[in-house]
């Protein structure tokens, strides 16, 4: 099984970027998925999570701009991302919990410039 992340990138404040994040492989069911971002010498830190049934969590520091959102029948999770601030710029990691295991995803650049 693999996680395969996609659609980081540099934009302007302001701008929009949507990433996306595959899983691959043998897989029975997948539970949980999020996303979580790291900045230089710092800890990971939750974006947003979605429940297989659709249940949705975000950061404070992302509601109201972010989605998180799933294709159940293409294994792909989503995340849009609005209003970009500077300080969204960051390493995107997905993960997912498939049959029970957790997986990562590889980070994917999310740069946004002021």
């Known amino acids: 099984v693999q996680l395969q992340a996609s659609g980081g990138g540099l934009v302007q404040a302001g701008g929009s970027l949507r990433l996306s994040c595959a899983a691959s492989?043998?897989?029975?069911?997948?539970?949980?998925m999020g996303w979580y971002r790291q900045t230089s010498g710092t800890q990971r830190d939750l974006v947003a999570v979605?429940?297989?049934?659709?249940?949705?969590t975000y950061a404070d520091s992302v509601k109201s701009r972010f989605t998180i959102s799933r294709d159940n029948t293409r294994n792909t999770m989503y995340l849009q991302m609005n209003s970009l601030k500077p300080e969204d710029t960051a390493v995107y990691y997905c993960?997912?919990?498939?049959?029970?295991?957790?997986?990562w995803g590889q980070g994917t650049l999310v740069t946004v410039s002021s």
């Open positions: 993960y997912a919990w498939i049959d029970s295991v957790a997986y």
């Open positions: 492989g043998t897989i029975f069911s997948i539970n949980r």
């Open positions: 979605i429940t297989s049934d659709g249940s949705t």
